[in-house]
């Protein structure tokens, strides 16, 4: 028998091999063959083995990768609603790898990555903020949903407070660890640095041997406590064969502490060149020591500089309110966010945050949306205008319907795909992933090599010289600067771009968006507001009168969502034009609507309609229409039985913000194509007016995809900015996909780049904000690359010969230390940037 399942979780070759080799110990497995590009398992098996026993084979090994039925969904950790006891913890429950070794993958609790030995990472997200809860100081137990008395002692209930982060957690753990280790190693240090001393006045007080002991001792908490992690994740990478920076540590470290050990317990196996002149073997440990100390502060610099990488979440968390005033039989009643359900009325008072996505159904006012678009005007909102969760109302109350309640309202859309996004893999990441993957065995071999040449050719004592560089080269290697380059950048800018209404959907958007050259926008909807309206209705002939006409656009659009039918139908109802039934209506895409009314074969739509409908357009006809098209203006035409009988002019106001936004892409070397299903003339307008030398017009959706094909031919980055609907094929073919969407429209799942604010100057952001953060994964791919570079062979004592340079193990710690942490510092620029 031969099954095919899909395996969730790899991410390297490294990944395939071991999810092979555990399939293939299973009893009755006689050939596992895994494929990491189509994530699939094809298991041979002499008769069936149920799928359990696969998923109890990887959960053993560690739970690390899941395997399940092809086409079934899979349950992804962060998925899954973590119960907190009493209510209490307000964490997400939701955890990661930051410099993501195993991709998107998330963990249910807090500790080590398994791959790379850091600390994982807790995700930020509205259920840490949601919700306000309520306990008796007396009996904390006693956990309510909102305000009152004990049901036990009768007094008051008071605000729970909320539980720090996991980060904040970790931070305090380590900083506790880390005063530990220095109160300990400091007197260690002391002692050893005194041996410098012609008198040493510690011998007065007692020989070095004794000194050598106590140095034994004080270092006993520091590495049996403060520092112990580092050892157990060096095991766990050794035997995992997941080599990283912590192997490095643990190695050098534990090789400097356990000479020791051995040199002060059996001093005579050792050479004179080990010995001082007192015949005490050389101890190093103040170096271990010294070296897990500053580690140790390395990774406290980091816990807390990690806080600052996601902090464009916790402002958008911030926005989120607890509260609401609910509409309860004409009376106000405060509820909880999580108490809101869909068509509940609610009251939004001057001041206040708009608590879920909904639509005014009473009053007027303005509304600050800086939060989720990055434009600081208030906008003036009336009934029937849309209003997102989290935007701040002004100065007037107002009436609303809830239309978009909890994980569906745009603030925790863009909160999930912030997360989601950063967490994702840039294709520049692969460099450093191919050169961290030899990084660890090639440090390795070079630290035995300096041994060797230093044990041949170095000065008296050569052993010790020998001993001391080989650790310092393990020491100062640091593969998590390289490995962090790219993750640090993405996280910080992917932050800034939700902050300034540019929401991207994957690391691999930004980078792709740095090299765009060409650029193919939409007309309606994106160079223009997308609001068009009706400026007049015509007949061509005596037969029907204009209301009539009126009447049988309205009658045939009141099926049609498109936006132009919306504008006549809303037109028509201004009128009083009477809807007549129609039967059998069809929206041909990319040319208009047909249907059957009264028993006439009626079609709507542009000039390829009416070749649809089998209706000829006369040039008295088209020259009526081209007097409009000229301004810019849509036409359609209206035919009955084959015979084209009216018209619709419908206008649509171009952006404020386009001219200028097209003329900054333009400055930047972008070429900017216009493509549009209207006609010449009405695309010459807008054209004409923006300054566009390059457009098309009687666009269908295939024509586009078309174009788009033809242009990455010719070797063209092809970015395409649309609604996201009838421009889909185009957008999903480009290399990136800009979605333009308003308010709590915004199309999230249908393109690469999503634009909240929906106008071209968002795309002027995207492209500054790709630019700078690829600027800045170079800056660091740079530094880590140039520091391991230069740090190594210095360590091994290259400069010692030339200009008698060596580097102390405890320096080459210090600078390994602040290497990780310089390369978040210079990724926490890009919260500075303007875009």
Not at 31 to 56: H, Y
Not at 113 to 140: F, I, R
Not at 622 to 641: F, H, M, N, P, R
Not at 783 to 811: D, K
Request: aromatic letters at 6%; one cysteine or more; hydrophobic letters at 40%.
């Amino acid at each position: 028998m031969k099954h095919t399942y899909h395996i969730h979780g790899m991410t390297c070759n490294g990944c395939r091999s071991h999810v092979e080799e555990t399939l293939s110990k299973i009893e009755g497995v006689s050939k596992a063959t895994v494929d990491l590009d189509k994530t699939e398992a094809t298991i041979e098996m002499e008769s069936n083995i149920p799928i359990e026993k696969f998923q109890e084979a990887l959960k053993k090994d560690g739970d690390r990768y899941s395997i399940h039925k092809q086409g079934e969904q899979h349950q992804h950790s962060k998925d899954k609603k973590k119960e907190q006891p009493n209510g209490k913890g307000k964490g997400t429950g939701t955890f990661y790898c930051p410099m993501h070794c195993e991709g998107d993958k998330t963990y249910d609790e807090p500790g080590d990555c398994p791959v790379c030995g850091m600390d994982l990472v807790e995700e930020q997200n509205l259920s840490a903020t949601s919700m306000e809860q309520w306990t008796c100081p007396m009996h904390p137990e006693i956990v309510k949903d909102e305000a009152g008395s004990c049901p036990i002692c009768g007094m008051d209930l008071v605000p729970m407070e909320v539980d720090s982060s996991a980060e904040e957690k970790t931070y305090k753990k380590l900083l506790k660890k880390f005063w530990i280790a220095s109160v300990f190693t400091l007197p260690i240090f002391l002692i050893a640095m005194s041996e410098m001393l012609n008198n040493n006045p510690l011998y007065d007080i007692m020989e070095q041997k004794n000194w050598n002991w106590i140095q034994f001792v004080l270092s006993i908490p520091v590495v049996f406590y403060a520092t112990w992690m580092f050892f157990e994740r060096a095991y766990r990478s050794i035997k995992t064969w997941n080599l990283n920076m912590f192997t490095l540590i643990g190695i050098g470290a534990g090789v400097a502490w356990l000479f020791s050990v051995f040199g002060m317990l059996f001093p005579d196996v050792f050479p004179e060149q080990f010995k001082t002149e007192l015949g005490a073997v050389h101890v190093y440990f103040e170096a271990a020591t010294v070296i897990l100390t500053l580690v140790l502060l390395g990774q406290l610099l980091e816990a807390r500089a990690h806080s600052k990488t996601n902090s464009a979440v916790k402002e958008l968390l911030k926005l989120a309110p607890n509260k609401a005033i609910k509409i309860v039989d004409d009376e106000e009643v405060e509820v909880s966010i999580d108490e809101i359900e869909l068509n509940d009325i609610l009251k939004v008072k001057p001041g206040d945050k708009i608590p879920v996505d909904g639509v005014i159904i009473e009053g007027e006012t303005t509304i600050d949306e800086s939060m989720i678009t990055g434009e600081p005007i208030p906008v003036n909102k009336a009934e029937n205008d849309k209003v997102s969760s989290g935007t701040i109302n002004g100065n007037q109350s107002f009436l609303m319907k809830a239309e978009k309640v909890g994980s569906d309202t745009l603030l925790s859309q863009i909160i999930h795909m912030v997360n989601d996004a950063s967490r994702s893999r840039a294709p520049i990441q692969n460099l450093a992933d191919k050169v961290s993957g030899y990084f660890v065995p090639v440090v390795v071999l070079i630290s035995i090599i300096t041994f060797i040449v230093w044990s041949i050719w170095g000065p008296e004592p050569v052993y010790v010289y020998a001993f001391v560089n080989a650790i310092a080269v393990l020491i100062i290697a640091c593969p998590c600067a390289l490995g962090l380059a790219t993750p640090m950048s993405v996280m910080v800018g992917v932050g800034k771009g939700a902050q300034n209404g540019v929401l991207i959907k994957n690391a691999e958007a930004l980078e792709k968006m740095d090299k765009v050259n060409t650029l193919i926008v939409d007309k309606t909807g994106t160079i223009t507001e997308g609001k068009p309206t009706v400026e007049t209705v015509g007949a061509f002939n005596d037969a029907l009168s204009e209301k009539e006409v009126l009447q049988y656009i309205v009658s045939l659009n009141t099926n049609s969502e498109h936006p132009l039918a919306e504008a006549t139908v809303k037109y028509g109802k201004e009128h009083n034009a009477e809807i007549l039934k129609s039967e059998d209506f069809s929206a041909v895409t990319g040319k208009g609507v047909e249907a059957k009314i009264d028993g006439k074969n009626v079609a709507l739509g542009n000039p390829k309609m009416m070749e649809y409908a089998k209706a000829d357009i006369t040039s008295k006809m088209k020259d009526e229409a081209k007097s409009y098209q000229k301004q810019g203006k849509t036409v359609s035409y209206l035919s009955i039985d084959e015979t084209v009988v009216g018209y619709v002019v419908i206008g649509d106001k171009i952006k404020e913000t386009s001219a200028k936004a097209i003329k900054s892409l333009q400055d930047k070397g972008i070429d900017v194509i216009m493509l549009t299903g209207d006609n010449h003339d009405t695309a010459q307008a807008v054209a004409s007016e923006l300054n566009l030398a390059d457009f098309k017009a009687s666009m269908l959706p295939e024509d586009k995809l078309k174009e788009v094909e033809k242009l990455q031919k010719n070797g063209k980055v092809v970015a395409m900015a649309g609604d996201g609907i009838n421009d889909a094929p185009a957008l999903a073919k480009s290399d990136v996909g800009i979605a333009m969407g308003t308010g709590t429209d915004v199309a999230i799942e249908s393109a690469m780049i999503t634009l909240v604010k929906g106008d071209l100057h968002g795309i002027v952001k995207a492209k500054n904000l790709s630019n700078a953060v690829m600027k800045n994964i170079k800056q660091n791919l740079f530094f880590a690359l140039i520091y391991n570079t230069l740090g190594v062979p210095i360590a091994a004592g290259v400069l010692f010969p030339f200009f008698g340079i060596l580097l102390s193990p405890m320096i080459a710690a210090l600078a390994m230390s602040f290497s990780s942490v310089s390369v978040i510092g210079n990724a926490l620029r890009l919260r500075t940037i303007k875009v």
